[in-house]
């Protein structure tokens, strides 16, 4: 890609996801600029850059900055928002003080996340699900676990749309398409059916299919949740969940990651969602839900010993 092509991105949050587009964005030449909760870690990326792993162990660094201050990013570029759902609340007015002509691209797991945006309907607004497994080694390491798609829809609709085919390179595919609903209903299918398993468990995505009763688990969610949400037919088979653990399967799981590192997890906007959901249909999953109750404990055990 040539440099006449380059954007100005800014991406909210460092983590593991949003290290991992900036590594491959900055590699395409794009102009990229990150907003980090810590003033060491804004320190790390602007004098390392970022170093990123690939599955075949083949190391790539490339150059960003970084600050912990909003009003260090240019306004007049698309914004990726990659910090997890619990934390949007925190960043919510940093966002609403952008001009209406910002893009803004949210990368949330589960479902909660869409109602939160609706209230930034005067801008572009576009959703995104990241398929690829990736694993935060420090603050400017990225591993690149296994290779997925990343696949971006518009949800509040405007007349000039990004090309994000700009983003494309061979290692990280993008996939566009229309129904951002569908999309994100379709990874916090696969989400539900992979992490609380691995988080409760503390196995690999690739354990889910070589331990019997992990992968009876599994397939019982995935039938569970397709026998309340018929939609889910023409967007996700058992067949695929079983593909992405194999991409996967030595990654642990961002849910397992969490618990790892006594984060708390994203059990209520991937799985409470569902579990909303299917409660305004008068069904229950009794599976899941007491995944879901796992969980939660382990989180609360852990937020005790802090």
């Known amino acids: 890609m040539g440099v006449e092509c380059a954007l100005k991105v800014v991406i909210v949050g460092a983590g593991a ?14 102009e990229i600029t990150y907003i980090t909760r810590t003033h060491e ?32 990013a240019p306004t007049d ?21 952008l001009p209406e002509s910002t893009a803004l691209l949210f990368t949330q797991n589960g479902l909660a996340h869409l109602q939160w945006v609706n209230q930034f309907n005067n801008h572009p607004v ?17 591993v690149h676990k296994g290779i997925g798609v990343t696949k ?23 996939e566009l398409a229309e129904d951002a609903y569908g999309i994100v209903l379709r990874k916090a299918i696969l989400n539900a059916c992979i992490n609380p398993i ?36 023409q967007l996700l088979t058992f067949e695929e969940v079983k593909a992405l653990c194999i991409k996967t399967a030595k990654n642990n799981s961002s849910m397992l990651q969490d ?16 579990l909303q959901m299917a409660a305004t249909r008068d069904r229950d999953l009794p599976v899941l839900r007491t995944l879901y109750h796992l969980v939660l404990a382990i989180d609360e055990i852990g937020q005790s010993h802090d």
Not at 17 to 30: C, D, M, N, R, W
Not at 126 to 142: L, R
Not at 152 to 168: C, Q, R, S, V
Not at 259 to 274: F, Q, S
Request: glycine fraction near 4%; charged fraction near 20%; aromatic fraction near 10%.
């Open 77 to 97: 570029a698309l914004w990726i928002i990659a910090v997890k759902y619990h934390h949007l609340s925190s960043i919510e007015p940093h966002l609403k003080s």
């Open 126 to 142: 576009y959703i995104a699900t990241i398929e690829h497994g990736a694993m935060k080694e420090d603050s400017s390491i990225v």
């Open 17 to 30: 996801i949003g290290l991992l587009i900036g590594s491959y964005l900055s590699e395409q030449k794009h």
């Open 41 to 72: 870690q804004a320190v790390t990326l602007c004098t390392k850059g970022i170093t990123r792993i690939q599955p075949d162990g083949e190391t790539v660094h490339t150059k960003v900055f970084a600050s912990t201050e909003f009003n260090q």
């Open 259 to 274: 618990r790892l590192n006594h984060r708390t997890t994203e059990i209520e906007p991937i799985v409470g969602a569902l």
């Open 198 to 233: 691995t988080a409760v468990l503390q196995i690999t995505n690739g354990e889910l299919l070589t331990n019997s009763h992990a992968y009876f688990l599994m397939k019982t969610i995935f039938y569970e949740i397709e026998s309340v949400f018929a939609e889910i037919s």
């Open 152 to 174: 971006i829809a518009p949800y509040i609709k405007k007349t000039n749309h990004l090309d994000f085919t700009l983003f494309e390179s061979p290692l990280f595919h993008i």
